[in-house]
């Protein structure tokens, strides 16, 4: 990749695949053997792992799990601005 | 077990504060159709849910209602954020501003507490998936109500998404009141409660 997006395009990567990730989720609880819908889900949850650890790496930890990718010192959780704040959202 | 992710379901950003509308929007944070109830109810009534489409559904649906409860909290946190005194006075916030200045408390638009005796946990499946299917309606009527108040494009558009989800929460429900009626006997869906007797 020539150019990392940035914090709020990645961001916005990532809530548009959890989207689609928490809506399939839904869908197959109530159609627990739609073969089609589970493939489906396979590729963007991996794909919205993928783009957590991504995230964590250049900008900090939206999770707990991807919080060891986050090369820093400090514990970055308690600096990155919270979701309802500026910069956070 | 939960764990929390550092982002909101749907990005909220709100540039201009108005607390006339925070008074309002803060409904559906602690009123009787808002999202805290939601997801209480749902969390509730999963325990003695007998089939598990609809156990896992309402588990997952009621860990998506704390999502929106937090992006209600952060619409009206950014709608009074910064605001004086008078001027959240001015805005007829005067009342929720003496006892809890500009925090978030679970409050309906009226001012009445939040309370359990909005939500109904019975322990019969098929009247525990009516009154989710009403939950959602009237959540769903409650942010229509809302959209003809509010007229800053960047408090309709988080609104708008909330909306569109009660709309497939009540689908999935409605998907779920089948299943439970596809596990009982046809000619009497009533012969005995699943969820309760042997």
């Known amino acids: 990749m020539s150019s990392q997006p940035n914090r709020k395009e990645m961001l916005s990567i990532i809530n548009e695949i959890s989207f689609t990730v928490v809506d399939t989720q839904l869908y197959l609880d109530t159609h627990p053997c739609d073969n089609e819908a589970i493939a489906y889900f396979e590729q963007f949850s991996s794909m919205r792992n993928q783009a957590l650890k991504e995230f964590a790496e250049c900008y900090g930890p939206l999770t707990i799990d991807t919080a060891v990718y986050a090369c820093n010192e400090r514990w970055s959780w308690v600096n990155d601005p919270w979701p309802w704040q500026e910069g956070g959202c | ?198």
């Open chain 2, 1 to 198: 077990m939960w764990n929390y992710e550092k982002r909101l379901q749907y990005p909220v950003k709100i540039s201009q504060p108005n607390a006339a509308l925070a008074k309002i929007i803060i409904t559906q944070f602690g009123g009787p159709d808002g999202e805290l109830a939601a997801s209480m109810r749902y969390l509730a009534q999963r325990y003695t849910m007998p089939y598990k489409e609809v156990t896992a559904l309402l588990t997952d649906i009621g860990t998506e209602e704390l999502a929106h409860m937090e992006m209600i909290c952060a619409i009206v946190h950014q709608l009074t954020r910064g605001l004086s005194a008078e001027e959240l006075e001015k805005a007829g916030f005067a009342d929720y501003y003496v006892d809890h200045t500009a925090a978030l408390w679970p409050a309906a638009a009226s001012g009445a507490a939040w309370t359990a005796a909005y939500i109904q946990s019975k322990g019969d499946p098929i009247t525990d998936l009516h009154e989710d299917l009403a939950a959602e309606q009237k959540a769903r009527t409650t942010y229509d109500n809302i959209l003809r108040l509010v007229k800053d494009p960047e408090v309709c558009d988080p609104i708008r998404f909330l909306r569109q989800r009660e709309i497939v929460h009540y689908q999935r429900f409605g998907e779920s009141l089948r299943i439970i009626q596809d596990n009982l006997d046809a000619n009497n869906f009533y012969a005995f409660n699943p969820a309760f007797d042997k």
